[in-house]
């Protein structure tokens, strides 16, 4: 019997108990979210655990925040989002001009540090551009112009960077200077593969300031291209070629060649051959030919002038004649030239044959035709040429020399050849 009126008495009293906690959902989240700025327009109802949410909120994250903090409190099974979300509100423009003040007020606050900070960065760019500009200091430091303007440069970049990291520094962006020189690293190896001809190109320039293997003026044959040389500079060498025109060479190109200095020593060889009749004493026409050479002022007797036997033929002896000049005091052409022509001449005075082409000509049906025929053993004695000014002329051709020194004493590119370096 007691326990059905336990019963029965639950049974009656439970509904005041649920609306007793409907009340109490009800007034704690109203409570909540009138102690709050963003949420004090919303309002609540509860009724058998379902809350209902309603009002203007300033957002749809404000919202999502009501909605969840409904969710979690006691007593609620579900929540009912009637909210309107509001894309322009007065707490949007407030949260907006609270947060520009309070950039503003910070900035202010940091203007001394941000103003510390470009000083030591252009306090820094300006010191490097004074130290670079020291002529004098890197002209004592580097080997040649080239190497000195590239020490400055790179002096005043250091001195730039430098600055910036100090600057960052004190604005405590630690961060940033990581990833600036991240990037950097990755943009340099992205223009290293795209500039690789220049790059290539400029340590060439680096390599031939250093080494100097030839000198302005000199005569040069770097690959299958002969000239004077002009100047060297960073990007290229500038000759002249022996028919007076300007030739530019990349100096990787140069760096790379093969090349012939004609004008390092001034003593140089030249030589030619002259063929004798096979029935003539070949030691007699060197002898006849060697003292022909001995007796020109251009031939030096030391090194001394030699022959030597090239070839037998079927109807000749082919003779090597080797002789020296002084390149300062007689032109190379010249001195080849005089001595071909006064050798030729001295062997076929001495009666030497000079043998020419022979041809076989086989003649049929030539009845009534006279032929004159040479008799065997019969030759024809040359003309003897008369001597010319021409016969000793050997003075070196200055012609190209003097448009180079002009060129070199016109103002242009910067000369990277040093004339106090020793040519390799």
Same mark, same amino acid.
């Given at each position: ?14 509904? *005041? ?26 309002? *609540?109802?509860?009724?058998?655990? %379902? ?168 005569? %040069? ?70 003292? *022909? ?87 024809? /004695? ?5 001597? /010319? ?33 020793? *040519?390799?």
């Amino acid at each position: 019997m007691r326990a059905f009126l336990i019963c029965l008495a639950l049974f009656f009293a439970s509904p *005041v108990f649920a609306q007793t906690a409907d009340l109490d959902a009800q007034t704690s989240l109203s409570a909540i979210y009138g102690s709050t700025t963003d949420m004090a327009k919303i309002s *609540v109802t509860v009724e058998n655990g %379902v809350a209902t949410l309603s009002g203007d909120i300033p957002n749809a994250d404000i919202a999502a925040k009501a909605v969840e903090i409904a969710q979690n409190r006691d007593g609620i099974v579900y929540v009912q989002d009637q909210l309107d979300r509001a894309l322009v509100g007065e707490n949007n423009v407030g949260n907006a001009l609270g947060g520009l003040e309070k950039d503003v007020r910070e900035i202010t606050r940091a203007l001394p540090l941000i103003g510390l900070a470009l000083f030591v960065f252009f306090f820094m760019w300006w010191v490097g551009n004074i130290v670079s500009r020291r002529k004098a200091l890197w002209g004592r430091i580097a080997t040649n112009p080239f190497l000195g303007e590239l020490l400055s440069q790179t002096v005043r970049v250091l001195f730039i960077v430098g600055g910036l990291i100090i600057a960052l520094n004190l604005l405590g962006a630690q961060s940033l200077i990581a990833t600036i020189l991240g990037g950097a690293g990755v943009v340099g190896i992205a223009l290293g593969f795209a500039v690789r001809d220049t790059l290539e190109n400029y340590l060439a320039s680096i390599m031939l300031s250093l080494r100097q293997p030839f000198r302005a003026g000199d005569h %040069v044959l770097i690959g299958e291209r002969e000239g004077k040389v002009m100047r060297l500079t960073s990007r290229a060498t500038i000759l002249m070629t022996m028919d007076g025109n300007h030739l530019r060479i990349p100096n990787s190109a140069v760096f790379k060649a093969v090349i012939l200095n004609y004008t390092t020593n001034s003593e140089r060889r030249f030589n030619f051959q002259l063929g004798v009749d096979a029935a003539d004493d070949p030691v007699a026409a060197m002898k006849t030919g060697l003292d *022909v050479m001995r007796g020109h002022d251009f031939v030096l007797d030391d090194p001394a002038p030699s022959a030597s036997i090239s070839e037998v033929g079927d109807s000749n002896i082919v003779i090597n004649f080797f002789g020296w000049v002084d390149q300062t005091q007689a032109s190379f052409g010249k001195a080849r030239s005089l001595s071909i022509r006064s050798v030729k001449d001295a062997l076929e005075d001495q009666g030497f044959s000079l043998p020419e082409p022979i041809y076989r000509v086989k003649l049929d049906n030539m009845s009534g035709t006279q032929l004159h025929l040479k008799r065997s053993g019969e030759t024809k /004695t040359p003309a003897k040429r008369q001597p /010319t000014e021409l016969d000793e002329d050997t003075a070196p051709d200055t012609s190209i020399d003097s448009k180079v020194e002009a060129e070199l004493d016109a103002a242009g590119e910067t000369n990277l050849l040093d004339t106090n370096r020793p *040519v390799e």
